[in-house]
Nanobody, 126 residues
């Protein structure tokens, strides 16, 4: 059974940085389009970023406007991991972050995720 496990969340002050990690169990991450979604308190889940799979537009990335220039998604095929480096964090980035599988990456919006991890909490507060 495909399983995504997130880690790396925590509490940070505004302007700080965190790196989230997504590990796969039972499959090779590089063969799938992987993304990050988040859900802030009282808000809908929203797409944050995604990265294309090996072979098809390999390495192409996409970001929500709200995080563009601050967040960077990357993939380490040797470790079977996907990362989300988050810099210049602000209070609006406070949310549970989920590693997800997607059917596509790019275009005008994020598609509904195919499955979800358990999530990791990110809290930005002074």
């Amino acid at each position: 059974q495909a399983l995504l496990v997130e880690s790396g969340g925590g509490s940070v002050q505004p302007g700080g940085s965190l790196r989230l990690s997504c590990a796969a169990s039972g499959f090779t991450l590089g063969y799938y389009i992987i993304g990050w979604f988040r859900q802030a308190p009282g808000k809908e889940r929203e797409g944050v970023s995604c990265i294309n799979a090996i072979g098809s537009r390999d390495g192409d990335t996409y970001y929500a406007d709200s995080v563009k220039g601050r967040f960077t998604i990357s993939r380490d095929d040797a470790k079977n991991m996907v990362y989300l480096q988050m810099n210049s964090l602000n209070v609006d980035d406070t949310a549970i972050y989920y590693c997800v599988m997607l059917g596509r990456c790019g275009g005008s919006s994020f598609p509904p995720p195919r499955n979800w991890g358990q999530g990791t909490q990110v809290t930005v507060a002074s």
